[in-house]
């Protein structure tokens, strides 16, 4: 296999889907499709179940679920994301700043 840099390689990760293993936190992810299917999924339950008490008399209400559906999304993972985006430290390109690392 050849070797390849590491600005290469970072590049070619860079370059992956959204949907590719690397970007998951935890095992887990969430694309924009999701979301919106998600979404879609939460407010035609609403809209059915508004539709379903507006026609049910008292005994037919009582069958109906209290709540409307809420799909349960990956907690905190955008969050986090953000996150560790603002806590990253900026990137160091003085020479004498490395090799004192280095050498220490």
Excluded: C
Aim: glycine share 6%; aromatic share 8%.
């Amino acid at each position: 296999m050849d070797e390849i840099s590491a600005r290469k390689a970072w590049a070619l990760i860079q370059g992956l889907p959204p949907e590719a293993a690397t970007f998951r936190v935890d095992g887990q992810q969430w694309t924009l499709v999701e979301e919106l299917l998600a979404t879609l999924a939460e407010l035609t339950d609403q809209w059915g179940l508004f539709h379903a008490y507006l026609h049910a008399g008292k005994k037919g209400r009582r069958v109906l679920p209290d709540k409307p559906l809420e799909v349960p999304r990956p907690k905190g993972l955008a969050e986090q994301a953000r996150k560790a985006e603002e806590d990253n430290e900026p990137v160091v390109t003085d020479v004498t700043v490395i090799q004192r690392f280095f050498s220490s």
